[in-house]
């Protein structure tokens, strides 16, 4: 079962729209990150967080912006939605285990911008 | 700058082992990971190895480690239609917290 919990899992909106993708994870962790899938199957990492009030960007440039103001809720904003914006987002957290730093993946949420 | 490469498609009758390659760029890499992703789903952590070792056994999973070549394996054994899927490998990106996927190998286990 999922403790880390993307909303909405599908969304289709018009170009120009303001839309915010939800990250809830019930663990406790610090780290959080977002990471844009293209059809191709490839991730992109294009935001990161160690921490509350922490956020970096990732190696893909992102139009989009992120916020960290409570250790369990990192969401994903797109001011003005673009057609080049239509892609799966997959947030994900991560922990130590046996000394390995280990990713934990929401479902996603499949973005289609009209 | 870090790269992982994997080829994209392997197809195999059930009951065959299945084996995806992997090659890595980072050297100083600490944990190399294998995870796969079903349809509609986010990707699901099936097992990592430390890079001082050469391999990792886990039920129907073995991992090779071959870091002289930067070269990975997962071997899946009896493989069944439920293996069907896209299989990620990745390493960690050295004194970060930041993953370098590679593109992905979709498998596809035929009845």
């Known amino acids: 079962e999922a403790d880390i919990y993307q909303t909405p899992r599908y969304l289709v909106i018009g170009t120009g729209k303001k839309i915010t993708l939800e990250c809830s994870q019930t663990m406790g962790h610090d780290k959080m990150y977002w990471y844009q899938q293209d059809p191709g199957m490839e991730l992109h990492l294009i935001h990161y967080s160690y921490g509350v009030n922490s956020t970096e960007k990732g190696d893909l440039s992102s139009e989009s912006t992120v916020s960290r103001i409570r250790t369990e809720h990192f969401p994903l904003t797109l001011e003005s939605a673009r057609p080049s914006h239509t892609s799966q987002y997959l947030c994900?957290?991560?922990?130590?285990?046996?000394?390995?730093?280990?990713?934990?993946f929401g479902a996603g949420s499949r973005l289609t911008v009209l | 700058g870090e790269d992982v490469e994997q080829s994209l498609f392997l197809s195999v009758r059930e009951g065959d082992s299945s084996v995806i390659n992997c090659t890595y760029t980072?050297?100083?890499?600490?944990?190399l990971y294998w995870y796969k992703q079903e349809p509609g789903a986010g990707l699901q952590l099936l097992t990592y190895i430390f890079s001082n070792m050469d391999m990792k056994q886990d039920q129907r999973l073995t991992v090779l480690l071959n870091k002289k070549d930067k070269h990975l394996s997962l071997r899946i054994a009896d493989t069944q239609t439920g293996d069907s899927a896209i299989y990620f490998c990745a390493e960690r990106a050295s004194g970060t917290y930041k993953y370098i996927f590679g593109t992905g190998t979709r498998l596809k286990v035929l009845a």
């Open positions: 994900a957290s991560s922990e130590v285990v046996s000394g390995a730093n280990v990713l934990t």
């Open positions: 980072d050297s100083s890499s600490t944990y």
